[in-house]
């Protein structure tokens, strides 16, 4: 499966998955269509990024002037290992610089700066970069970066893939902008789901094949179908597993879902598992089942069960969420008494995969 390389990383930790420069500029750009202010006298940290191999800098130090930014922070860090010399290929933006040392590498992480015309020829961009050692080794959770995100106001970055949980935790504790690419399986984490049930955070505009693929090193293998070498050498896994979450408003989130009627979706749905068929209730829940996002009948008002994906549509002014099956704390009025210690819903004696509850509005 396309997934699979990204399942093996977070077993495995093998966090180091590059987001691709297109992708990137695909997804802010939807954010500046609705507010094209958004980033204008703001600071910009973006953690866990060096500009050697993530396109997150590079993308805001080339734009840094066209959106007015005050500040552009980000922070690498340092994997400490005996083999530094063989993982860790310093390009001529540092060896070409004084502080640059090799055995600081192995244990430091590195915080690089853009906020005025170092280079002195009259703009602000990628070539007035300025970089230096911290003092630690660049962990998110370390005092040193909180910081730094405490100092700004907007946090963008792929975190690491097996600390996703954390992660969310260290930003929304923070009670700032950002935006961040997670797993699909994350809308329904125990630190996720209530955020995005009380309209705190919610779905970027891109999830599945809208995020194109991740670029990873030589040691990676090039799992699934739809994995590649590009034509500049760089190895892509594509995967349709991914998303981005938020709390930046856009306008996609507020885009009405165009449904029609209980009866017309059983006579002309183009699914088979809806046309001609009767929505059926589960075993477990006093709520039907709607195996399809666009099978959502506009006449049914009572709790329906929907797919996670569904959140990639989801208007908080035409639905309300009531809750989901894995981690989503469903008040027990909606469960039927003799099934209550099941979350998992159940249809006709089989079990369903996860589900998010919701009523209209």
Not at 58 to 66: G, V
Not at 69 to 75: A, D, P, V, Y
Not at 207 to 228: D, H, N, Q, T
Not at 321 to 346: L, M, R
Request: aromatic residues 14%; glycine residues 6%; proline residues 4%.
């Amino acid at each position: 499966m396309a997934h699979s390389g990204l399942t093996k990383a977070k077993k495995s930790k093998a966090d180091e998955f590059y987001t691709q420069y297109i992708d990137v500029e695909k997804e802010i750009n939807a954010y500046l269509e609705y507010n094209p202010n958004l980033f204008k006298g703001k600071i910009i940290l973006l953690p866990c990024d060096d500009p050697e191999w993530s396109n997150f800098t590079k993308y805001f130090a080339q734009n840094f002037e066209r959106f007015g930014i005050k500040k552009l922070i980000s922070t690498s860090y340092a994997q400490e290992s005996k083999d530094i010399d063989t993982i860790y290929q310093p390009t001529l933006f540092e060896t070409n610089t004084p502080q640059f040392d090799i055995k600081k590498t192995k244990i430091k992480g590195k915080i690089f700066k853009l906020d005025n015309d170092i280079s002195g020829d009259g703009k602000i961009d990628i070539n007035d970069l300025q970089w230096e050692y911290l003092e630690g080794n660049g962990d998110f959770n370390s005092n040193e970066v909180k910081e730094l995100r405490d100092e700004a106001d907007i946090i963008i970055t792929n975190p690491p893939f097996s600390l996703f949980r954390d992660f969310v935790q260290w930003v929304v504790s923070a009670q700032k902008q950002f935006l961040i690419i997670g797993n699909i399986n994350a809308i329904t984490y125990k630190e996720v789901f209530p955020l995005i049930k009380a309209n705190k955070i919610w779905l970027g505009t891109g999830m599945g094949r809208w995020i194109s693929g991740f670029i990873v090193p030589e040691s990676y293998e090039l799992y699934g179908s739809e994995a590649k070498i590009d034509s500049d050498g760089n190895r892509i896994i594509a995967t349709n597993n991914c998303l981005w979450l938020t709390n930046i408003d856009h306008g996609k989130r507020h885009q009405p879902l165009s449904l029609m009627s209980m009866s017309d979706n059983i006579k002309y749905s183009s699914h088979k598992k809806v046309k001609g068929q009767e929505y059926t209730k589960y075993d477990n829940y006093d709520a039907i089942e709607v195996p399809f996002t666009d099978a959502i009948p506009s006449d049914y008002d009572g709790v329906m069960g929907v797919p996670i994906t569904f959140l990639d549509k989801y208007n908080p002014e035409q639905f309300e969420i009531i809750g989901a099956s894995d981690n989503g704390a469903v008040d027990n009025k909606y469960k039927t008494p003799h099934f209550k210690k099941h979350n998992e819903p159940y249809l006709e004696g089989k079990k369903r995969y996860k589900r998010i509850f919701i009523k209209s509005k």
